[in-house]
């Protein structure tokens, strides 16, 4: 039989470090996708080219290959730089979700429609009064429910950082079965813990929603 | 000639806005084709001619929401094309009002207006309240100050916005096309609260298809076609007499 008092809290160790790692990389990843994203809005050409880089270049790999490469491969280029494992798992995440929050952004501060810029511009303000004062609290409005929704993947991507040894959930849960051989019983364990992390987001989302309308 | 010349001087009117030479292009398309005007400080200008004669445009270029390609434009005593000019500067006494009114809608009516003046001109807070609820009693709005622009109609947006421009106490106003995205009932509310305006000696230019107001309220009217003004003058002459054959076949169109 499964035994809970053994397994159960080298498991709960593992969500509460996916747990740790949703939360630095979803706020590293926030802010990174705001400066990119107002980048990639910006009126001068070299800022919105290099920033659309970066978007593109991450999100065209997979997540998978960025974790193996920070961890394996920039040593290699250069020798002095290695990673722990906990600060590969938290840039290989930040880096993935702030090219997909630049995203939501870029896209929530095209949505809002021109009059307001110009009516900012019009009263005299200057680009950063006009971004945080008119633009982008309207942006965020609009960026919150697909943001939530990339928050709900990024769970689940978060499981790949198990690879290079980072022992989340998932590599918990692996290293449980290896002891005890009860693959069933303990992924399911595994299963219900992921879906407690992350349905307390879809449930933030569907408040933000209500609270909307 | 017995008249003292410093005193003629302060007599003679002072240029808010002089325009020379302005020209303006989007791609192939020439919308201004050398605009040459001024406005003096209190007067009333209506801009009137048909859609795509680019009477929009040049109202933007005063501010410059528009670059343009060539001329001149010095308002409020900046030069818009001198590059040591600051733009925020300038804007700050040059209100302008639009179309689309452009609130800002996450923001209560009283934020929208000590927002600029809070921000751009460093008022404090109670001084910024202080002009916006009075701006707000001049537009007949006061009872809405805590309410979200969304709760409002269009001639009441409006009349948040023109608040909005007033309180950076601009030196000029622009409007462009106040009236023209209003519901026919909500238009005279609005109107009224610039001719109340004018009466009280801004120094404005508007862009309007309201012959009623242009014809009542304005000091001059210009008649701009094909990014040139044609004709201008008083109201009553342009309205009533007018000389060019392309300002006649437009009033006989809109009149």
């Not at chain 2, 859609?51 to 445009?57: D, I, L, V, Y």
């Not at chain 2, 900046?78 to 006494?93: E, F, I, K, P």
């Not at chain 2, 009114?101 to 209560?108: A, I, S």
Request: aromatic share 8%; with cysteine.
């Amino acid at each position: 039989m499964f035994d809970f008092g053994q397994f159960m809290p080298p498991l709960l160790r593992g969500a509460v470090l996916t747990i740790f790692l949703l939360v630095t990389s979803g706020i590293l990843g926030t802010l990174i996708g705001l400066i990119f994203g107002i980048a990639r809005s910006s009126s001068i050409r070299v800022v919105r080219w290099v920033a659309s880089i970066y978007v593109n270049f991450i999100r065209g790999i997979p997540i998978l290959i960025i974790l193996l490469f920070i961890y394996f491969a920039l040593p290699l280029m250069f020798p002095t730089v290695t990673f722990s494992q906990g600060v590969t798992a938290i840039a290989g995440l930040s880096i993935y979700a702030g090219a997909y929050m630049a995203e939501i952004f870029r896209g929530s501060i095209a949505a809002i429609p021109r009059g307001q810029s110009e009516a900012a511009e019009a009263l005299g303000m200057h680009y950063l009064q006009k971004m945080r004062y008119v633009i982008l609290p309207q942006a965020m409005k609009i960026a919150v429910p697909p943001a939530i929704g990339f928050l709900i993947a990024l769970v689940k991507a978060s499981s790949l950082v198990s690879v290079i040894g980072y022992t989340d959930l998932t590599r918990a849960g692996r290293i449980i079965t290896s002891q005890n051989h009860l693959p069933l019983n303990t992924y399911v364990v595994v299963a219900a813990l992921y879906f407690v992390i992350s349905y307390p987001i879809s449930l933030l989302g569907r408040w933000y929603e209500r609270r909307l309308t | 000639m017995t008249s003292i010349p410093s005193q003629r001087q302060a007599d003679a009117p002072r240029a808010m806005v002089t325009v020379r030479g302005l020209h303006k292009r989007f791609g192939h398309l020439e919308v201004l084709k050398g605009i040459d005007t001024e406005v003096n400080e209190s007067e009333v200008v209506c801009v009137i001619g048909p859609s795509g004669s680019g009477k929009s445009t040049f109202l933007r270029c005063l501010n410059f929401l528009e670059k343009f390609d060539a001329g001149t434009v010095t308002i409020c005593g900046h030069d818009l094309t001198s590059s040591s000019t600051n733009l925020n500067l300038v804007r700050r006494d040059v209100g302008m009002v639009f179309q689309s009114f452009n609130v800002f809608p996450h923001m209560k009516v009283l934020d929208n207006i000590t927002l600029a003046p809070m921000k751009v001109s460093k008022v404090p807070r109670a001084e910024a309240r202080d002009r916006a609820i009075a701006l707000l009693e001049k537009v007949g709005l006061v009872d809405k100050a805590d309410v979200y622009p969304s709760k409002l109609s269009g001639g009441q947006q409006q009349r948040v916005a023109i608040a909005r421009a007033l309180a950076m106490q601009p030196k000029v106003m622009l409007f462009d096309e106040p009236t023209s995205a209003l519901d026919p009932e909500t238009v005279g509310e609005v109107l009224t609260v610039m001719k109340a305006l004018a009466e009280e000696g801004m120094t404005m230019l508007v862009v309007t298809h309201e012959m009623g107001f242009a014809r009542e309220v304005a000091d001059r009217v210009l008649f701009m076609d094909h990014g040139l003004i044609i004709e201008e003058g008083a109201p009553a002459d342009i309205f009533d007499t007018p000389k060019h054959e392309r300002t006649q076949a437009f009033l006989s169109k809109v009149l």
